[in-house]
C-alpha cells in the first residue's frame, strides 16, 4: 500500500460484503496497530489511543459490523463473521500481519483472530472481555435484544451506563460517560441485535491455552469480567495482566492515559 493512501483519515472500505466506516492515523512504514470496539458504540471510543499511538503505529479504527457509520445488515450475526470482516479489512488495506487491540466484543474478536489467524497477528491486547458468554449471560442478552426491537436504544442507554460505570460515576456524569451515552444512542437498532446475538453463542476462552502469540490482558478494577480475564492470563503461557484502577467496562475511556501507557508499553517490549 502506498503511503498517500496510508494518509487518509477516514474512508469508507467495502469488506466481506458490506462497507465498513474505517479511520487511518499515521503513516510511513511503522506497524500497524488494529482497533476494534465494544458492542454500542464505534471508532471513536479510541480517540485518546490513536491520539497517542499514531506516531509510532499506522493505526486502523473501524465500525464493527452494525456500528457507528459501517452498514447493519438485519439478522443475527456471529463472531464468525466479526473475524472475517477484520481479516477482510486487513487484506482490503493490504495490511498483511497487525498488532490488534479490542474492548468487550472487540477484545472477543481480538481473541478469536489470534487463535485462528495466528499468522495475520503479532501482539494482542484484550480488554473488559471474558471471552465466553453463559447461559445467564445469554438470557441477558436476549432480553437486551427484545428490548432494542420494541423501543430503540434509547431504552437501553441508562440502563447500558450504570453496568458500565461505577455508581458514584455515572452520578457525577463526568464527560467520559456523556461520550459513551452518545454512542450507545446512536448505534443502529439492527446492528445491536445483530452484534449481541453474536455474544449469545461464543467462547474463545476454552481455547486460550493454545495461544503463542504476546497477549496483554486489560480490565477495569470495577468491571464485571475481571476475575474470569484474570483466569485466562493465568492459562495465557507468558501473558501480562493489568488492572486499571477505579475504572468499569469501558476502561480505555475512564483511565486513557494508563491504558494507553500500558498498551504502548506492552507493543514495544
Not at 249 to 259: D, G
Request: one cysteine or more; a negative charge; glycine letters at 8%.
Amino acid at each position: 500500500m502506498q503511503d498517500e493512501a496510508i494518509q487518509v483519515e477516514a474512508t469508507a472500505i467495502k469488506a466481506n460484503g458490506i462497507t465498513f466506516h474505517c479511520r487511518i492515523d499515521g503513516a510511513g512504514e511503522k506497524p500497524w496497530l488494529i482497533f476494534s470496539n465494544s458492542l454500542a458504540t464505534d471508532l471513536t471510543m479510541w480517540d485518546e489511543q490513536a491520539r497517542a499511538l499514531s506516531g509510532s503505529f499506522q493505526v486502523l479504527r473501524y465500525d464493527q459490523r452494525g456500528h457507528g457509520k459501517t452498514e447493519a445488515p438485519a439478522g443475527d450475526y456471529s463472531f464468525a463473521t466479526l473475524i472475517d470482516d477484520a481479516v477482510a479489512l486487513m487484506d482490503a488495506l493490504g495490511i498483511n500481519r497487525a498488532h490488534v487491540c479490542g474492548l468487550s466484543m472487540g477484545g472477543a474478536t481480538a481473541l478469536g483472530l489470534v487463535q485462528q489467524h495466528p499468522d495475520r497477528i503479532d501482539r494482542t491486547v484484550v480488554c473488559d472481555t471474558p471471552g465466553v458468554s453463559t447461559p445467564a449471560a445469554a438470557a441477558q442478552w436476549r432480553e437486551r435484544m427484545a428490548l432494542a426491537r420494541a423501543k430503540g436504544m434509547t431504552a437501553l442507554a441508562e440502563p447500558t451506563l450504570q453496568r458500565w460505570f461505577a455508581p458514584e460515576v455515572y452520578a457525577a456524569n463526568p464527560p467520559c460517560v456523556d461520550k459513551v451515552r452518545r454512542m450507545v444512542l446512536a448505534t443502529p437498532v439492527e446492528g445491536f441485535i445483530g452484534c449481541a446475538a453474536a455474544l449469545c453463542d461464543h467462547d474463545f476462552s476454552s481455547g486460550a491455552g493454545t495461544m503463542r502469540k504476546p497477549v496483554l490482558f486489560i480490565c477495569g478494577e470495577k468491571d464485571a469480567p475481571n476475575t474470569a480475564m484474570r483466569d485466562l492470563h493465568r492459562r495465557v503461557a507468558g501473558s501480562q495482566f493489568v488492572e486499571m484502577p477505579g475504572a468499569g467496562h469501558i476502561s480505555n475511556v475512564e483511565q486513557p492515559e494508563l491504558f494507553t501507557r500500558a498498551v504502548a508499553s506492552f507493543l514495544v517490549a
